[in-house]
C-alpha cells in the first residue's frame, strides 16, 4: 500500500524544487544509511554487468543503501546486486505501476523488502519529463554519483550534471574508450574520477555495523588471536575477513 512520507529527507534540498509529495512503498529505515546513487545504460555489455553487480554487492555488505531508478540494464543489476532489503529504487511514475514490466519481479521484490519511492500519485503514468525528474531524485539521494557506463546524450549524462550542480562526487569503472564515449570528455576535464580496483574503492568506505555486528567489532578491538575469535564467533569472522574488516598479523585480528 502506498503511503505519504511525513518527514523531511534533508538529502532532498539539493534538487531544483523539493517535491510536494513523496510516496513510499517499504522500508523508510533505509533512508537513514549512507547511500551510493549507481546508474548508467540500458544496454551494458557483458563486463560492465559484472563490476556493477560486483560493486553493488560489495558496497551493500559494507553497509552502504545503492539507489537506481528501476530501469533495465545498469538499474536492475545495481538493485540486485546490493539485495532487495538495501536498495532504494526511485519511480517515475506512481508505485502501484510497476514499469518497465520487465522489471516487474524485482520491483516486487524491493517494495517487499527494501525501499520504492516516487514523486508521483498511484496511477500516474510515467511521461518523458518524469524519468528526468526521477533522475534528479536519484542523484540527490546518493552521497556519491557511479556511472558505470554511458552513452553520449543519454540520461546517464543527465545526472551527471545533476551531480555536478549538487557538487557531488562522481565515478565511473574502467572502460575501454569506445564502451564508455559518454563520459570520456568528463574523464578528461576531471568533473569523473575512475575506479581501477574495486576492493580498494569499496574499502574507502567505513563499515555500517547494526547492533550484532558492533558486538564483533569491539570484541575484535581486543585483538583477540584469530582462532579465539573462531571459536567465539565462526562464520561472522569469516565474513568480516572476506570483507576486509580485519586482517590478520602474526595470529592476532587486527581492524583496518
Same mark, same amino acid.
Given at each position: 500500500?502506498?503511503?505519504?512520507?511525513?518527514?523531511?529527507?534533508?538529502?532532498?534540498?539539493?534538487?531544483?524544487?523539493?517535491?510536494?509529495?513523496?510516496?513510499?512503498?517499504?522500508?523508510?529505515?533505509?533512508?537513514?544509511?549512507?547511500?551510493?546513487?549507481?546508474?548508467?545504460? #540500458?544496454?551494458?555489455?557483458?563486463?560492465?554487468?559484472?563490476?556493477?553487480? %560486483?560493486?553493488?554487492?560489495?558496497?551493500?555488505?559494507?553497509?552502504?543503501?545503492?539507489?537506481?531508478?528501476?530501469?533495465?540494464?545498469?538499474?536492475?543489476?545495481?538493485?540486485?546486486?546490493?539485495?532487495?532489503? !538495501?536498495?532504494?529504487?526511485?519511480?517515475?511514475?506512481?508505485?502501484?505501476? @510497476?514499469?518497465? @514490466?520487465?522489471?516487474?519481479?524485482?520491483?516486487?521484490?524491493?517494495?517487499?523488502?527494501?525501499?520504492?519511492?516516487?514523486?508521483?500519485?498511484?496511477?500516474?503514468?510515467?511521461?518523458?519529463?518524469?524519468?528526468?525528474?526521477? !533522475?534528479?531524485? &536519484?542523484?540527490?539521494?546518493?552521497?556519491?554519483?557511479?556511472?558505470?557506463?554511458?552513452?553520449?546524450?543519454?540520461?546517464?549524462? #543527465?545526472?551527471? %550534471?545533476?551531480?555536478?550542480?549538487?557538487? @557531488? @562526487?562522481?565515478?565511473?569503472?574502467?572502460? #575501454?574508450?569506445?564502451? !564508455?564515449?559518454?563520459?570520456?570528455?568528463?574523464?578528461?576535464?576531471?568533473?569523473? %574520477?575512475?575506479?581501477?580496483?574495486?576492493?580498494?574503492?569499496? !574499502?574507502?568506505?567505513?563499515?555500517?555495523?547494526?547492533?550484532?555486528?558492533?558486538?564483533?567489532?569491539?570484541?575484535?578491538?581486543?585483538?583477540?588471536?584469530? %582462532?579465539?575469535?573462531?571459536?567465539?564467533?565462526?562464520?561472522?569472522?569469516?565474513?568480516?575477513?572476506?570483507?576486509?574488516?580485519?586482517?590478520?598479523?602474526?595470529?592476532?585480528? &587486527?581492524?583496518?
Amino acid at each position: 500500500m502506498t503511503e505519504i512520507l511525513d518527514f523531511h529527507i534533508k538529502k532532498l534540498d539539493s534538487l531544483k524544487k523539493y517535491p510536494n509529495e513523496l510516496f513510499f512503498r517499504g522500508d523508510i529505515n533505509l533512508l537513514d544509511k549512507p547511500s551510493i546513487s549507481i546508474v548508467g545504460t #540500458r544496454r551494458p555489455i557483458n563486463y560492465t554487468k559484472q563490476l556493477c553487480y %560486483e560493486l553493488s554487492s560489495k558496497l551493500s555488505q559494507r553497509g552502504v543503501c545503492i539507489i537506481s531508478g528501476g530501469a533495465m540494464g545498469v538499474d536492475a543489476i545495481a538493485h540486485q546486486g546490493a539485495g532487495f532489503d !538495501n536498495t532504494i529504487c526511485v519511480l517515475a511514475n506512481g508505485l502501484n505501476i @510497476k514499469y518497465p @514490466k520487465v522489471n516487474k519481479n524485482i520491483l516486487n521484490s524491493i517494495e517487499k523488502q527494501g525501499l520504492l519511492l516516487s514523486t508521483y500519485k498511484d496511477d500516474f503514468k510515467a511521461t518523458r519529463y518524469t524519468f528526468v525528474h526521477r !533522475n534528479e531524485v &536519484v542523484v540527490a539521494l546518493g552521497d556519491i554519483l557511479i556511472i558505470m557506463q554511458a552513452d553520449e546524450n543519454s540520461g546517464s549524462i #543527465r545526472s551527471l %550534471e545533476y551531480a555536478l550542480k549538487m557538487n @557531488k @562526487k562522481v565515478y565511473t569503472i574502467a572502460h #575501454r574508450i569506445e564502451d !564508455n564515449k559518454g563520459l570520456i570528455k568528463y574523464i578528461k576535464k576531471g568533473f569523473v %574520477e575512475v575506479i581501477y580496483d574495486i576492493d580498494e574503492f569499496v !574499502n574507502s568506505f567505513k563499515h555500517q555495523n547494526s547492533k550484532q555486528e558492533d558486538e564483533v567489532i569491539n570484541y575484535l578491538k581486543t585483538k583477540p588471536t584469530y %582462532e579465539e575469535a573462531l571459536i567465539k564467533y565462526n562464520d561472522k569472522i569469516f565474513e568480516y575477513e572476506l570483507n576486509c574488516i580485519f586482517k590478520v598479523e602474526n595470529g592476532v585480528c &587486527v581492524l583496518l
